[in-house]
């Protein structure tokens, strides 16, 4: 038994001795992620390994190599055991084509009806095909991402459709709920011991036509306005005239600009003006610093700024920023002699979402101001208790409200076969007359009637012959 084992040890050396001799390898093939164990017969002295990057040789034991897959690719392994020559193992690492198939079907099956391919090595993955719009293949691309460092994106997708142009129809109105009062005062007399006649002079006072001191009796007055309350005593000759009145304003349009956007696009709208205000600035000359003033202009009326986006699901995304300023020269500052005003603005800023033709309105924007206007007799009107008969008084409510109504339409150019629909031109201000037939003349010698082909058709309005085309 034992000199068997002895020639079968021997046979075992003389073949590795022999390889080696001769220059021979072994091969190895794995499989990526995939590992083989060398067992060898005597202890193993040195290994040494070509591409790290593609397989490593793990040490076990004295007599054990693990050798690990790691990259598809070919490497060389040699390995010295104790007391022979090294002995060289051509490694092949080769794909896990299982993982690679299911991931390319995963690829496919999201193409969404696109034809694409898959293909790569390695860290890096080669996308090509068709696809049916850019966002598949920005999907794909991400996708591919997950597995490989390079993602080469070669997938071919239609041009996008022209962006859609969206008309805006916006209708600024200012609902003023103003409340305006007006009093006013006209006293006047024609008795024997006083004539005359007294007001506020805010309305028309009552006009004497006939004064005579011999007879007071036949002294008249005409009234042009009885206003609302007259009052006249017989007995006395003194009379009166009260009016008090009460207005309400309504409604009224500032501005109906229609904008034609495309989407996604800034569009913006002003009607009104620019106002200068000057601005200092300080310069340093020759180690101190000089005021420089500068004039800048800030816009300010009807403004609207919007950005119009279609979803997906055919809807209009928009984003509006309607403004309403004035002047205020009330909080007016002067600065160097500048009379700077300042800006009474309404603005609101929102983002909605409407269908083709649907419209919103933005509401609540208050503006109240109170104005109260003091008139009064000289003299008469500063008697305490019965000199508020002879004054008058205007006070003016402003509740002014900004009401903003927005409707978006989708719009497109008509085609070069399509006519525009034009305004009809209006009708001549004198149309033509047509001119009396002459009649054939009897007389003898008389020249003949004119023939069709000389004598005039119309006759202008002026009495001008017309001749027939």
């Not at 021979?24 to 390994?49: N, S, W």
């Not at 129809?169 to 006013?184: C, M, S």
């Amino acid at each position: 038994m034992k000199i068997a084992n002895k020639l079968l040890w021997a046979a075992v050396l003389t073949a590795s001795c022999s390889l080696a001799q001769t220059g021979g390898a072994r091969a190895i093939t794995l499989v990526e992620g995939r590992g083989e164990l060398l067992q060898f017969q005597r202890d193993v002295q040195k290994v040494a390994l070509a591409e790290p990057k593609i397989a490593d040789a793990v040490v076990i034991s004295p007599r054990e190599v693990m050798v690990n897959a790691k990259a598809p690719g070919h490497t060389t392994l040699l390995i010295w055991e104790t007391g022979s020559d090294p002995v060289r193992y051509e490694i092949e690492v080769a794909k896990d084509n299982s993982d690679w198939d299911s991931f390319r079907k995963l690829i496919e099956d999201n193409a969404n009806g696109g034809a694409i391919t898959v293909t790569g090595s390695g860290d890096t993955i080669v996308l090509a095909g068709t696809v049916k719009s850019a966002e598949d293949s920005k999907r794909l691309a991400g996708m591919a991402q997950t597995r490989a460092k390079t993602v080469i994106n070669l997938l071919k997708a239609p041009p996008p459709p022209d962006p859609r142009q969206i008309l805006l129809q916006v209708k600024f109105a200012a609902v003023d709920r103003t409340a305006l009062t007006q009093v006013g005062f006209n006293l006047f007399s024609l008795n024997g011991k006083m004539i005359g006649g007294t007001g506020t002079e805010q309305f028309t006072p009552p006009r004497f036509t006939a004064l005579s001191s011999a007879t007071p009796d036949s002294n008249t007055v005409n009234f042009s306005d009885l206003l609302n309350l007259f009052a006249f005593r017989p007995d006395l000759n003194i009379g009166a005239t009260i009016k008090a009145l009460e207005e309400h304003d309504l409604l009224q349009i500032l501005a109906e600009p229609n904008l034609i956007c495309e989407e996604g696009k800034d569009a913006s709208f002003l009607a009104g003006g620019s106002f200068p205000f000057p601005t200092i600035t300080t310069t340093p000359t020759g180690g101190a610093t000089a005021p420089v003033i500068t004039v800048q202009f800030k816009p300010y009326g009807v403004k609207l700024d919007f950005t119009p986006t279609i979803t997906p699901q055919g809807a209009i995304n928009l984003k509006v920023a309607p403004e309403v300023s004035s002047l205020d020269f009330t909080n007016a500052v002067t600065l160097q002699g500048f009379t700077i005003p300042s800006l009474a603005q309404r603005r609101a800023e929102t983002e909605v979402l409407l269908k083709d033709g649907e419209s919103f309105a933005i509401a609540g924007l208050i503006d109240q101001q109170v104005i109260e206007t003091m008139a009064k007799v000289p003299g008469l009107g500063d008697i305490p208790i019965l000199g508020k008969l002879f004054r008058s008084r205007s006070t003016q409510k402003s509740n002014d409200e900004l009401l903003v109504v927005i409707t978006p339409h989708f719009v497109r150019p008509l085609s070069p076969e399509e006519k525009a629909k034009l305004p009809d031109m209006p009708s001549a201000f004198l149309p033509a007359v047509a001119a009396p037939k002459a009649k054939p003349s009897k007389t003898k010698g008389q020249p003949p009637p004119a023939t069709p082909a000389n004598q005039p058709e119309f006759v202008g309005p002026r009495g001008q012959q017309i001749p027939k085309q």
